[in-house]
């Protein structure tokens, strides 16, 4: 039945079936960071008041708590989300009536907000200041127990934050997170190779497709990590062929000048040696991991590409796929926004719907046995950053603080291309390989295997199954709009860089039936490539700022200007499906490269294209509001359609009765509507002359419209070229 704070309980008492009865003590205060003191009267009443429940003394509980409800919760009412709301107060008030699972969850409490006060942690994190006991608590028993907690803050605002309480797993009776390791807001050396060498031992014994060279061809440059202690012996070396394992890095280079790398007047100077003292923070902790796994070679692009030698980048940004694909491993400094952040700093995560609110990641052990020190639980900040990130797409925007690595485009190949990859993330270290995402807390390996279940979101997974799987060009051309619509969301320093930081992963598609790369689109899969949308990433609206050609041509995505909050997407293809108008043709494709590299940028991009077409303007619309509306000529006869439906490729005010032309290219797939009865949206592209007698357009935007009366099947069949 319900009561005043949440769902009283109808089974009977768990005290005994849980043996928490018999599993309590009192804390120590010691965290992480420090001793923290408390009350010693307050202490010795909590230890009798807690000695009073174990078994044999008089006051243990013959009566259900209605407090904690004794954790016994219908399954109905905990796939609900059904809590139980409580104070402190009223939790301690329980523990004086001899309840046992409240003086536990009490306990994990005390131990949480003295770490908070820690010495340590008020330094690191100040906007822990003022935060003592939560005002309220929710108790929320779901597969495991959590804490639910609102503090007070001195502004009068409010904090909420939620709380883990976990054992090792099958070590506790009680009904917390089966975990399996404590993570701490320390990350060691020591605790870090462990990790790699476990993760990489499951790699090679297990997944058929993370295999890697033994020994093999090292990059053109590489950098030598030496081997004594002071780090007077590191190098730039010119490998001229030779084969050894190496790692390679993905970090951020960051804002501003200064950036250490190698110029045409210091590369001489690195082949040398390199300053141990000038390297940036996270190159040289990559150095000491290199070293750590007994690897002589650390690959770095700032260091191995000559920075201001455009031929030297040229050649070498080509061979991004064969660096990344053989490397041993590749470390990703995922949580640095720069190279001078570092690997080994202290780790945080943000408290439930409080962006501003950092916490340590330590897990604090709460005793639950006065004979046997070592039974017990630890409560710890919710994990949760990592695992949203890694188990989705498209929401890199979101975990700027977190990972900010994984919001740059360069990265995103970075990312795809190795075979393991180790991101040190903000929170804990996560290794994402060919065949499964982990991570330390072991969440994610519960519900991230390729093998096994084919995680949703999980951009490794679509790449390496498609490209073992033998797809047919439709199936790998998806696959590819994926890839596209992700990497059209992350930040560029260069927008000139953007079709060189996704030529590894081009390269790994070409040979795969999709024919010929046409500057960021695949020609068996051309017409529908044609049908990227730029938009707002934040809010879906219309593209506000004027238009910049990046170059030519203007049909493929990697010449749409994305400055800002824009964006690139294909997700109205990937939501709907696409089916190409059996009018459409493209007839002829006449191409030239502006370098050697195929997947690089095109000088010219002439496509010959024939379908059903008509003629259309924006105009301004009738008075009062004037607004400016999309008016297509079908039938004969002027139709007025919502500009809602147009997707502008750049400032719609520049195409105010501008002639446009349109040009039908297919619909949506009409097995993948849901609505009963609803027509198919007709996919087409608008167009604009390149000059008044030319028979030239370039394209301006894409309109989708589904009105049955403004359908292009029936117009005339017309032959044009876009550029």
């Given at each position: 039945?319900?009561?005043?704070?949440?769902?009283?309980?109808?089974?009977?008492?768990?005290?005994?079936?849980?043996?928490?009865?018999?599993?309590?003590?009192?804390?120590?205060?010691?965290?992480?960071?420090?001793?923290?003191?408390?009350?010693?009267?307050?202490?010795?009443?909590?230890?009798?008041?807690?000695?009073?429940?174990?078994?044999?003394?008089?006051?243990?509980?013959?009566?259900?708590?209605?407090?904690?409800?004794?954790?016994?919760?219908?399954?109905?009412?905990?796939?609900?989300?059904?809590?139980?709301?409580?104070?402190?107060?009223?939790?301690?008030?329980?523990v004086r009536r001899g309840c046992p699972t409240c003086s536990l969850i009490s306990q994990a409490i005390t131990r949480f907000c003295a770490s908070l006060r820690s010495d340590y942690n008020r330094a690191k994190y100040p906007e822990l200041h003022g935060l003592k006991q939560p005002n309220r608590v929710r108790i929320m028993p779901f597969k495991y127990l959590c804490l639910h907690l609102q503090f007070q803050k001195p502004d009068g605002g409010h904090a909420q934050v939620l709380l883990d309480l976990f054992s090792p797993r099958g070590s506790s009776a009680f009904p917390v997170l089966q975990a399996p390791d404590c993570l701490s807001s320390k990350l060691t050396l020591t605790g870090l190779a462990t990790k790699i060498e476990a993760w990489i031992q499951n790699c090679e014994s297990k997944h058929i497709h993370c295999h890697v060279p033994n020994r093999p061809k090292l990059p053109s440059r590489a950098i030598d990590v030496?081997?004594?202690?002071?780090?007077?012996?590191?190098?730039?070396?010119?490998?001229?062929?030779?084969?050894?394992?190496?790692?390679?890095?993905?970090?951020?280079?960051?804002k501003g000048a200064g950036m250490f790398q190698t110029t045409r007047s210091s590369l001489a100077s690195w082949i040398q040696g390199?300053?141990?003292?000038?390297?940036?923070k996270t190159f040289q902790d990559s150095i000491?991991?290199?070293?750590?796994?007994?690897?002589?070679?650390?690959?770095?692009?700032?260091?191995?590409?000559?920075?201001?030698d455009t031929h030297d980048w040229e050649v070498e940004s080509a061979n991004m796929a064969s660096v990344y694909s053989n490397s041993y491993l590749t470390i990703a400094a995922t949580a640095a926004s720069d190279s001078h952040h570092g690997l080994f700093v202290d780790r945080w995560t943000h408290s439930s719907a409080e962006v501003g609110l950092k916490l340590p990641v330590d897990a604090l052990r709460v005793p639950t046995s006065v004979d046997n020190p070592d039974e017990s639980i630890f409560v710890r900040p919710w994990i949760h950053l990592a695992h949203d990130r890694f188990s989705d797409t498209e929401n890199a925007q979101d975990h700027a603080e977190d990972a900010p690595l994984l919001t740059r485009a360069w990265a995103f190949q970075e990312r795809l291309l190795p075979s393991r990859t180790l991101h040190v993330h903000a929170e804990e270290?996560?290794?994402?390989?060919?065949?499964?995402?982990?991570?330390?807390?072991?969440?994610?390996?519960?519900?991230?295997?390729?093998?096994?279940?084919?995680?949703?979101?999980?951009?490794?997974?679509?790449?390496?199954?498609?490209?073992?799987?033998?797809?047919?060009?439709?199936?790998?051309?998806?696959?590819?709009?994926?890839?596209?619509?992700?990497?059209?969301?992350?930040?560029?320093?260069?927008?000139?860089?953007?079709?060189?930081?996704?030529?590894?992963?081009?390269?790994?598609?070409?040979?795969?039936?999709?024919?010929?790369?046409?500057?960021?689109?695949?020609?068996?899969?051309?017409?529908?490539?044609?049908?990227?949308?730029?938009?707002?990433?934040?809010?879906?609206?219309?593209?506000?700022?004027?238009?910049?050609?990046?170059?030519?041509?203007?049909?493929?995505?990697?010449?749409?200007?994305?400055?800002?909050?824009?964006r690139i997407s294909y997700n109205h293809i990937l939501d709907n499906g696409f089916v190409k108008d059996p009018h459409f043709q493209v007839i002829g494709i006449d191409l030239i490269l502006q370098s050697g590299n195929p997947f690089s940028w095109l000088e010219r991009g002439l496509l010959q294209l024939k379908g059903s077409c008509t003629?259309?303007?924006?105009?301004?619309?009738?008075?009062?509001?004037?607004?400016?509306?999309?008016?297509?000529?079908?039938?004969?006869?002027?139709?007025?359609?919502?500009?809602?439906?147009?997707?502008?490729?750049?400032?719609?005010?520049?195409?105010?009765?501008?002639?446009?032309?349109?040009?039908?290219?297919?619909?949506?797939?009409?097995?993948?509507?849901?609505?009963?009865?609803?027509?198919?949206?007709?996919?087409?592209?608008?167009?604009?002359?390149?000059?008044?007698?030319s028979n030239t357009y370039q394209r301006v935007g894409l309109l989708l419209t589904t009105e049955e009366t403004c359908s292009l099947r029936n117009e005339i069949v017309r032959t044009m070229l876009l550029a």
């Open positions: 039945m319900e009561g005043p704070r949440g769902v009283y309980l109808t089974k009977p008492s768990a005290h005994e079936q849980l043996g928490v009865g018999r599993h309590l003590e009192g804390c120590s205060l010691e965290s992480s960071q420090g001793t923290v003191g408390t009350d010693e009267a307050t202490k010795r009443d909590q230890m009798q008041q807690q000695k009073q429940l174990l078994p044999g003394h008089s006051k243990a509980p013959t009566a259900r708590c209605n407090v904690c409800h004794d954790l016994e919760f219908e399954q109905a009412e905990i796939d609900n989300n059904t809590w139980v709301q409580t104070t402190k107060e009223e939790l301690d008030g329980a030496g081997f004594t202690e002071n780090y007077d012996d590191i190098k730039l070396v010119s490998c001229g062929g030779k084969s050894a394992r190496y790692v390679a890095l993905s970090y951020c280079w960051g390199i300053p141990w003292n000038e390297l940036p000491i991991i290199t070293r750590r796994l007994g690897i002589s070679y650390l690959w770095i692009d700032a260091l191995c590409i000559v920075q201001d270290l996560v290794w994402e390989c060919k065949s499964a995402v982990q991570c330390e807390c072991e969440h994610l390996d519960q519900t991230a295997s390729f093998e096994a279940v084919e995680m949703e979101g999980w951009l490794k997974d679509s790449v390496t199954g498609s490209l073992h799987a033998g797809e047919s060009a439709e199936k790998l051309g998806f696959v590819w709009l994926i890839l596209v619509s992700e990497f059209g969301a992350l930040h560029l320093t260069h927008e000139s860089d953007r079709l060189a930081a996704l030529s590894g992963l081009a390269s790994m598609f070409s040979g795969k039936c999709l024919g010929n790369y046409l500057g960021g689109i695949w020609e068996h899969d051309l017409p529908r490539g044609l049908m990227f949308t730029v938009t707002n990433i934040e809010l879906g609206e219309l593209l506000p700022v004027q238009q910049i050609q990046m170059s030519p041509p203007s049909w493929s995505w990697a010449s749409a200007y994305v400055g800002g909050s824009m003629v259309a303007k924006i105009s301004t619309g009738p008075l009062p509001s004037g607004n400016p509306q999309f008016v297509m000529t079908v039938g004969g006869v002027q139709k007025v359609i919502l500009l809602m439906c147009f997707w502008s490729d750049g400032n719609i005010e520049h195409l105010e009765n501008v002639p446009l032309d349109c040009i039908l290219i297919g619909t949506e797939d009409p097995s993948w509507i849901a609505e009963p009865g609803r027509t198919p949206w007709e996919y087409v592209l608008v167009l604009r002359k390149t000059s008044v007698d």
